[in-house]
């Protein structure tokens, strides 16, 4: 199987129990300790075996998706924002499992949404991506994203992945099976090609 070919597995429906800088509005000075995280998160990203981007082939290029225009926006709940980017920032490196939902068993992609809302956000959102996307709330109009917001990713199926939207386009999420819990770039290879749109929990 190929490398791109295992990035198309993301989080599998239907499992058992089915140095970035934060700006937005009024929490830049009540995060310093969420700041010294995330440089200390963009140091690991760059060793080899921590859940880097895959390689991008030459002849890929030409069918990348224009790039995706983020707008960061502030969170309409500062605080409770900041404790779950805290709460899934500690989580980066935990080992990926399908159907994984603890720290100690390793995470799926909404294992980890699942986990990081319930204990940090005080939400208990469905156990699959696509249920999650489902939700009666509104989408996230004109990519304004804000730190908590959910963000999507999938084909013409539908959706089948989700993560958790850090700011300055990057997001929190545990990718695929052999990885690990890591940052990723939405504009970044694979991730802007399947992205589908975000959605805010946190209000």
């Known amino acids: 199987?190929?490398?791109?070919?295992?990035?198309?597995?993301?989080?599998?429906?239907?499992g058992p129990d089915v140095g970035v800088g934060l700006h937005y509005r009024g929490v830049t000075a009540r995060m310093p300790a969420l700041h010294a995280c995330l440089c200390?998160?963009?140091v690991l990203i760059a060793l080899p075996g921590c859940g880097g981007h895959p390689t991008r082939p030459a002849s890929h290029s030409a069918q990348r998706a224009s790039t995706i225009d983020i707008v960061d926006v502030a969170a309409d709940d500062p605080q409770r924002a900041n404790d779950v980017l805290i709460r899934a920032i500690g989580l980066v490196g935990v080992a990926y499992r399908w159907g994984?939902?603890?720290p100690e068993g390793g995470f799926d992609c909404s294992g980890l949404v699942n986990f990081v809302f319930r204990d940090m956000g005080r939400t208990n959102l469905p156990r699959s991506a696509r249920?999650?996307?489902?939700l009666p709330i509104p989408a996230v109009r004109d990519n304004r994203l804000?730190?908590?917001?959910?963000?999507?990713f999938g084909d013409a199926s539908g959706v089948n992945h989700v993560g958790i939207y850090v700011g300055q386009g990057r997001f929190i999420h545990a990718?695929?099976?052999g990885g690990t819990v890591r940052l990723d770039e939405i504009?970044?290879?694979y991730w802007r090609d399947h992205y589908l749109g975000?959605?805010?929990?946190l209000r």
């Open 1 to 14: 199987m190929t490398r791109q070919a295992r990035h198309g597995k993301l989080c599998r429906m239907g």
């Open 40 to 42: 200390g998160i963009a």
């Open 100 to 102: 994984g939902n603890t």
């Open 131 to 134: 249920d999650i996307a489902a």
């Open 146 to 152: 804000a730190p908590g917001d959910l963000v999507f």
């Open 175 to 177: 990718p695929n099976s």
């Open 187 to 189: 504009n970044g290879y």
């Open 198 to 201: 975000a959605r805010r929990v």
